[in-house]
């Protein structure tokens, strides 16, 4: 009986594995999809553990994400309008400027071109806030030669690098309406 038991959890945990090994779309099932109607666009968030706050605006409301019930990773979605000649290494370096004068302890990291349904550019920083080490992830994503959609994770460095897969799915995921 014993070894009956053992037998069938053993074959249950060997169908999981095998499940995950090859049907993946059926682990990553859990992604679902948000929509932002003033902003025009949609993005898979991986894992149900990403939730949406709604943070009131003076022209009109705008949504952003929190990781887990009481964790500091966060993350904000702005679409920028910016001149026609302007290009992404422009506007990286325009936010490294500005991130330099406003962030203690700024550190900027090396910024790399992003291939996902919105090509764009992404780079990471550091920085210090109430005395704690804190990081930053900007993927900036270009929907046409006008407009730019940037998507900012911020959190403590250990828990951002720990969650990198989501985030880079979450911007390979992001795509207009």
């Not at 249950?12 to 932002?36: E, G, H, N, W």
């Not at 080490?133 to 403590?156: D, K, Q």
Request: charged letters at 25%.
């Amino acid at each position: 009986m014993i070894l009956s038991l053992k037998l069938r959890s053993l074959t249950v945990c060997l169908t999981i594995i095998l499940m995950v090994v090859f049907f993946p779309s059926a682990v990553k099932s859990q992604a679902r999809p948000y929509t932002d109607e003033a902003l025009g666009y949609v993005l898979d968030l991986p894992t149900a553990n990403w939730r949406t706050i709604r943070v009131p605006g003076v022209a009109h409301p705008s949504t952003e994400f929190r990781y887990g019930e009481r964790s500091p990773i966060h993350l904000r979605i702005r679409r920028e309008l910016v001149d026609a000649d302007v290009s992404l290494a422009e506007l990286v370096q325009r936010q490294q400027k500005l991130d330099r004068v406003f962030l203690r302890g700024y550190v900027k990291g090396k910024d790399e071109s992003f291939a996902g349904r919105l090509s764009g550019a992404k780079y990471p920083y550091e920085y210090i806030r109430t005395g704690k080490p804190m990081a930053g992830l900007i993927y900036y994503l270009e929907a046409n030669n006008r407009i730019v959609y940037r998507l900012e994770f911020t959190g403590p460095p250990d828990k951002l690098r720990n969650l990198s897969d989501q985030t880079e799915f979450i911007a390979r995921s992001f795509r207009l309406r």
